[in-house]
């Protein structure tokens, strides 16, 4: 179980301590006794002292707001535990979803050992190369040094397929800061390749009223849900979202990848053949992912090979995310957080137009110009847009 | 004689001290055998001993210094302290080492005497054993041996009716091992043991048999020991009695009488009193010296071990270096 | 230049050469004056040097090491050949108690520079105390050098510098290889080193490090295995004590896979000192356990099926390389 970081109590007239900054981020690895962050009462200031080692997983309290003293102000995991999705936005939302850099085919399910020969090892610490994310050919999966030599490079496009495209090279040094933790050694190095690779973004805001009541009222499904919904069944009309930059052909089945944040970092299960799914199917897929995936159990197969990628920021309460395409994926989507906001409509009865606060998220969709050009991709983020304002069309 | 009884007395002394680690076997009783055997030798002639062997050691020409020192596990020590009471040798001399393994030399003096002849020198080599070797297998593969091939080798039994725990009487059908020579087709004698110049005169004879090509010779010497097997040894296999009626024949007081007039009673108390000196003197020296170095232990077992380019040297470099990082 | 030689006409001129340059030499064993040798390993040496200095002994084994051990010490350089290595176990006293530690027992007042000659190995239907292989045991004793050739060239190089090692030698001779012929050089003084391996081929897939007669199978298993794709080296230790520890480790550091295999019984034997070694400081080359070929743990049958089945030959060596290149073990 996680540990709490509260508000200290500091001294008996305190009635509330302000968080002035945090030292540490969500996602950093803490050690006992690290410093957190700093409060201050009318009276003085103090640092916040982490009671366990592991890594900060909440940030509950942004700088500046104010808590009771006792109040959960953030999360400290430690090694073992298992991420906290408690108290957050969507009431359904099991899973985190986070912007930016996916994890990609090997999230190993438990930190379990990986057998690997000595020389695999050496070869693997003189390299900085992830064991764990390293495919083992030996007996028992025994990771070898050959498999270590072939996952080196972590180039993104590791299989020899004939491909039109060339392996996208890292214009990016390879050289590992000296202080990186271990977890984000495989995702430096996959985004120093991505780096390299023309993406542009097709953009919209959809109007989502008629989503949020829709959601509201069902109670069962979730946001991301109905995104994940939405995108397999226009990912089967448009092909080219889901080539694969390895063949150059589309994916054969619309599998979707759902971007998670968890306590061994970004991993995305991936919800299978999502196009022949319910609605309520894909929500109970994505439930059952998020368990795993809170528990460290995630197989196998619940990883890797997506067709496309949904990220969604929403939970974090964040309105609009770029995300990074994962390769040998050709297409990402951002989804920001369903909110409140100005919109212009015409009001009926009047020529002119009013600015009245209307559920509206934002969409972003990166795309691997070498394979998708920005047309196609405008029309399907168009559809996409136009299918979530009209959630019938869809259902 | 007295030097051996004297030192013999001396190391029974310390080693109840715990100056001495390890076993001692003391030959007290049996100075004749040795005295009167090693007085026909030269000192290039060879002799291999047993672990009982401090007096053919120092009858052989050994000094009383670096004996009591390697006793005293001292690098001053004939050998380096590597060695101790049951493997004490001194090659300048002759002495190819006493031997912790009953029967152990007789193939080291086969070995010897037929190096001699293979070399055309006119050495002869000589083994002390006991009742006990008697029974052993290189007692009669080497008897054989040096008959057939008449070997310059001499084969002196120090017959103390004992072999550890077990008499003479429960470990052989017969009185006189020396009988046994003659399944071999090798003359023999047999000597009281206690009497320094029938040993001396016997052994004369089988040397000068040995040198002049004759072949080998055993000769069997009737001793007592006065003395437990070892020193600690609770004696349980003989009686006080018994004990007391050898003891009381002392091949010391023997020669002493025998000599009569011709050895004086201040002449036989310089002797005592300088053999009483010598020892004090090896004693000082002895304590005086160091143990061998730790890093001695890795070196020595091998010829080249102390030249590091050699395969061997470099082994035991590295062993000396692993112990001393080990150490610190 | 060379000539063909078979490995018994290699030691034969070992010995003659020996003898010749150093009177010191001598040789005495049972049946080897009049007989020559049961493999000819001796003939016409009585004729050149005479019957003083070839001498044939009773069956005695304990006297015929314990006097060689004698006359070691004392100004000569005795060769005793054992007849068979399993009849060592007559004299082991002499052997070990003796000749291994008399030297450093003695503070170096003395050396022990006498060579034994030990034919050893499975041949024929020989039976179980007829065709051991006992290096291991003397690996085992301080104070012993022991060397295993693996062919003509190498009998005649290693048996030259046994007798010329001022240490206690064991030289053990596979009763299969006498009849071997091979290539060796004309050289009037060739020996080779006693502590040196020597490594065939450079293959860097795997590494098969052995000794003796199982040195040729070692070596039909990389022919084999060369036709597959699979490059296999071997290591032919040559000296099992002083143990050439340098080559074992280039060897793992070039190939990461390690065989160690050897006709001797697998529990207990030489493999096991290499194995060990390669954990111990090799660890960080390994790609893949280390694996030992051995003879299986029962005494030597006499049937030659029986026989056949229970030593490691050309085909396991070359099956166990391929399963661990193969990433099946």
């Given amino acids: 179980m996680p540990a709490e970081i509260t508000m200290p109590k500091l001294g008996l007239t305190m009635t509330t301590g302000t968080i002035v900054r945090w030292l540490k981020a969500p996602g950093d690895r803490i050690a006992v006794g690290d410093p957190l962050l700093e409060v201050s009462t009318d009276k003085i200031s103090y640092e916040v002292e982490s009671p366990v080692g592991g890594t900060l997983t909440e940030a509950l309290g942004a700088e500046g707001e104010e808590f009771a003293p006792g109040a959960v102000i953030g999360l400290v995991s430690d090694e073992n535990s298992v991420p906290s999705y408690e108290a957050h936005a969507t009431p359904i939302a099991a899973l985190e979803l986070e912007a930016g850099a996916e994890s990609g085919g090997h999230a190993r399910p438990a930190p379990e050992r990986t057998p690997s020969s000595p020389a695999a090892r050496r070869l693997a610490r003189e390299l900085n190369v992830e064991l764990n994310g390293v495919e083992g050919s030996g007996p028992g999966g025994r990771v070898t040094l050959s498999d270590v030599a072939g996952a080196a490079p972590a180039a993104p496009a590791t299989t020899s397929a004939p491909s039109a495209a060339e392996p996208a090279p890292a214009p990016l040094p390879d050289a590992l800061p000296p202080q990186l933790p271990a977890t984000r050694r495989v995702i430096f190095r996959r985004m120093s390749a991505v780096a390299a690779l023309p993406l542009a973004q097709v953009e919209t805001t959809a109007h989502v009223d008629a989503l949020h009541a829709l959601i509201q009222r069902r109670g069962d499904v979730g946001w991301t849900a109905f995104v994940v919904f939405a995108v397999a069944r226009l990912l089967l009309d448009y092909p080219v979202l889901r080539t694969d930059a390895r063949t150059g052909a589309p994916h054969p089945t619309c599998d979707v990848g759902v971007a998670a944040d968890t306590t061994h970092g970004l991993v995305v299960p991936v919800v299978r053949d999502a196009a022949t799914r319910s609605l309520r199917g894909i929500q109970d897929e994505i439930a059952r992912l998020a368990g795993s995936a809170r528990e460290g159990r995630l197989a196998p197969g619940d990883v890797g090979e997506a067709a496309f990628t949904v990220s969604n920021v929403g939970p974090q309460g964040i309105e609009r995310v770029v995300p990074l395409v994962d390769p040998p994926q050709t297409a990402i989507l951002g989804v920001g957080a369903a909110g409140r906001r100005p919109a212009v409509v015409a009001l009926p009865g009047s020529r002119e137009d009013a600015v009245v606060p209307a559920w509206s998220i934002t969409l972003v969709l990166s795309f691997d110009h070498r394979f998708i050009d920005g047309a196609p991709a405008a029309r399907f983020l168009a559809a996409l847009s136009t299918a979530l304002t009209d959630p019938g069309i869809l259902l | 004689m007295v030097r051996i009884r004297v030192l013999e007395e001396g190391i029974e002394r310390h080693f109840l001290a715990g100056e001495i680690p390890g076993f001692a076997h003391l030959s007290i009783g049996q100075e004749a055998v040795a005295a009167g055997t090693c007085a026909a030798l030269r000192r290039d002639d060879f002799i291999a001993s047993t672990h009982r062997g401090h007096g053919h050691t120092l009858a052989k020409g050994a000094a009383m210094r670096p004996m009591v020192a390697e006793l005293f596990a001292r690098s001053t020590g004939l050998c380096k302290g590597k060695g101790g009471s049951m493997h004490i040798a001194d090659f300048s001399v002759g002495m190819l080492g006493a031997n912790g393994v009953v029967a152990g030399g007789f193939g080291l003096v086969a070995g010897a005497a037929l190096s001699a002849t293979l070399r055309g020198t006119d050495q002869v080599a000589l083994c002390f054993f006991g009742d006990g070797a008697a029974n052993r297998g290189p007692f009669h593969e080497n008897l054989n041996l040096a008959a057939i091939w ?142 061998p170095e730790a890093a001695e232990a890795f070196r020595g077992a091998y010829v080249g071990d102390r030249d590091p380019a050699t395969p061997h040297g470099a082994f035991a470099a590295a062993e000396a270096r692993a112990f001393v990082a080990r150490a610190q | ?328 073990r």
């Fill in chain 2, 150 to 291: 008449s070997l310059p080798a001499i084969f002196v039994l120090e017959n103390n009716r004992y072999a550890s725990t077990t008499s003479t009487a429960e470990t052989m059908k017969i009185d006189d091992v020396a009988r046994r020579a003659d399944g071999y087709g090798m003359p023999w004698a047999i000597v009281d043991g206690f009497d320094a110049s029938a040993v001396h005169a016997a052994v004369t004879q089988a040397v000068a048999r040995a040198r002049s090509g004759g072949g080998p010779t055993f000769v069997e010497c009737k001793t007592f020991r006065a003395r437990g097997h070892f020193i600690g040894d609770p004696e349980r296999y003989r009686s006080k009695a018994e004990v007391a009626a050898y003891a009381a024949d002392d091949p010391i007081a023997r020669a002493r009488a025998a000599l009569g007039a011709a050895l004086p009673e201040d002449e036989y108390e310089r002797i005592c009193r300088e053999a009483r000196e010598e020892f004090a003197d090896a004693l000082a020296f002895a304590r005086a010296s160091s143990p």
């Fill in chain 3, 1 to 328: 230049m060379s000539r063909t030689l078979s490995f018994s006409e290699a030691t034969l001129e070992a010995m003659r050469e020996e003898m010749r340059r150093d009177p010191a030499v001598f040789l005495m064993g049972e049946d080897i004056a009049k007989q020559g040798g049961i493999f000819g390993q001796f003939k016409g040496l009585p004729e050149e040097f005479g019957l003083a200095r070839v001498r044939d002994t009773p069956i005695s084994e304990a006297a015929l090491v314990g006097a060689g051990v004698g006359a070691a010490l004392t100004g000569t350089r005795p060769v005793v050949d054992m007849h068979f290595a399993d009849f060592i176990t007559c004299a082991m006293d002499e052997v070990v108690n003796q000749a291994a530690k008399l030297r450093y027992m003695f503070g170096e007042q003395c050396a022990v520079p006498l060579t034994l000659r030990a034919p050893d190995g499975i041949v024929k239907s020989a039976a179980a105390q007829h065709s051991q292989s006992l290096e291991a045991w003397f690996l085992h004793v301080p104070g012993l050098e022991v060397v295993v050739p693996s062919g003509p060239r190498q009998a005649k190089g290693l048996l030259k510098s046994a007798i010329r090692s001022d240490n206690p030698t064991l030289y053990f001779e596979h009763k299969a290889l006498f009849a071997e012929k091979g290539e060796v050089p004309d050289d009037a003084d060739y020996t080779l080193p006693l502590g040196k391996a020597e490594v065939v081929g450079d293959g860097r897939d795997v590494a098969i490090v052995t000794y003796g007669i199982t040195v040729g199978r070692a070596l039909h298993a990389a022919r084999e295995l060369a036709g597959e794709g699979i490059g296999a080296r071997v290591v032919d230790l040559q000296t099992i004590w002083p143990l050439d520890y340098a080559a074992i480790a280039d060897a793992a550091a070039a190939t990461h896979r390690v065989v160690v295999a050897h006709e001797a019984v697998r529990i207990g034997g030489v493999a096991g000192e290499v194995a060990a070694f390669l954990a111990e400081h090799c660890f960080d080359d390994l790609d893949a356990p280390v694996v030992r070929l051995g003879a299986a743990h029962v005494p030597v049958p006499f049937a030659p099926g029986l026989q056949e089945a229970i030593y490691p030959k050309a085909p396991d060596i070359a099956a166990v390389c391929r399963d661990l290149v193969r990433k099946v």
